[in-house]
């Protein structure tokens, strides 16, 4: 049975945190759904993701959590498919990480009070809102910035070959950013509005 702050996707049970008046996953996704390629099969522009170094059983669930990488076409196929892959939650937008950036007291301190206190080479956070982000890294034909970076997908084009995402380091800020959509991130879920 779950228990209060847990909900299942895809078969896996995960901690979610409410924080202001969002409901959250506190950990990354790891979901393996029809139609993404998972380990570098597909063109940089059709659906994929990846364990860290193609190594699951260290990044993936059974590991330290960090879940799969995902590009944009995966993060648009997924949000797309939301009624029955995930349903109740969905890919957040920007407008909704901006939300959570002022509940907890703006973009500029955010990313200290969103970092786990662990896994970080530096600039380890305080964790005091339990949303845990792991310095996950990300793939963009190389593997890079395991210890000391996380990027959060947010289902917000820019345009044709650019997407939105969050960025958390080793400073205290939550950061916006364009990046290209054949690029691999974390991703985190957002329950749906009532």
């Not at 190594?55 to 590991?63: A, D, K, S, V």
């Not at 909704?96 to 500029?108: I, T």
């Not at 600039?123 to 190389?142: E, K, L, R």
Request: a negative charge.
């Amino acid at each position: 049975l779950l228990t209060p702050g847990e909900d299942e996707i895809g078969g896996k049970t995960y901690r979610t945190v409410t924080i202001g008046s969002q409901t959250w996953l506190a950990e990354n996704l790891d979901f393996k759904f029809s139609g993404c390629n998972i380990g570098g099969s597909g063109t940089p522009s059709t659906p994929n993701a990846w364990y860290y170094n193609n190594n699951e059983t260290t990044y993936g669930w059974e590991g330290k959590k960090y879940g799969l990488l995902y590009n944009w076409h995966a993060v648009k196929l997924l949000n797309d498919n939301r009624s029955t892959l995930i349903p109740g939650w969905h890919v957040p937008s920007t407008t909704e990480w901006d939300a959570l950036a002022n509940a907890v007291g703006g973009k500029s301190t955010a990313g200290t009070v969103l970092k786990s206190a662990t896994e970080w080479t530096s600039g380890a956070g305080t964790d005091v809102y339990g949303f845990t982000a792991f310095p996950s890294g990300y793939y963009y034909g190389n593997f890079d910035y395991l210890g000391s970076r996380t990027n959060f997908w947010t289902s917000t084009e820019n345009d044709s070959k650019f997407a939105y995402y969050r960025c958390l380091a080793t400073g205290t800020s939550l950061d916006s950013i364009n990046l290209n959509k054949t690029y691999c991130c974390s991703v985190r879920l957002v329950k749906d509005s009532a």
